[in-house]
């Protein structure tokens, strides 16, 4: 069993950043590929950032330059940083590894 726990959301204003780190509780995200997803009130989690275990990387256009995922694997751990945010980004933010996720950290960012 595999447990991720988010840290780093919080209420900023638009251009500004934040840094959102996970932190697996196992070694089973470590061989993974691990990924942050965004969910807006009344819609399904989007893909926001991935990362394998080797550091290959894949984003969406919508925040393609704006967003950088990185990982270590030795300390199990993996972190978004967002850079430039907007009001649209305002959302919940959830660490993926496999079928497990965190429990999800707010990100609201205002005009």
């Known amino acids: 069993q595999e447990q991720l726990e988010e840290s780093g959301g919080g209420v900023v204003q638009a251009g500004e950043s934040l840094r959102l780190s996970c932190a697996a509780s196992?070694?089973?995200?470590?061989?993974?590929?691990m990924g942050w997803y965004r969910q807006f009130p009344g819609k399904q989690r989007e893909l926001v950032a991935s990362i394998t275990s080797r550091g290959f990387t894949n984003y969406p256009d919508s925040v393609k330059g704006r967003f950088t995922i990185s990982r270590d694997n030795a300390k199990k751990s993996v972190w978004l940083q967002m850079n430039s945010l907007k009001p649209e980004d305002t959302g919940v933010y959830y660490c993926?590894?496999?079928?497990?996720w965190g429990q999800g950290t707010q990100v609201t960012v205002s005009s």
């Open positions: 993926n590894c496999g079928r497990y």
């Open positions: 196992g070694t089973f995200c470590s061989l993974y590929v």
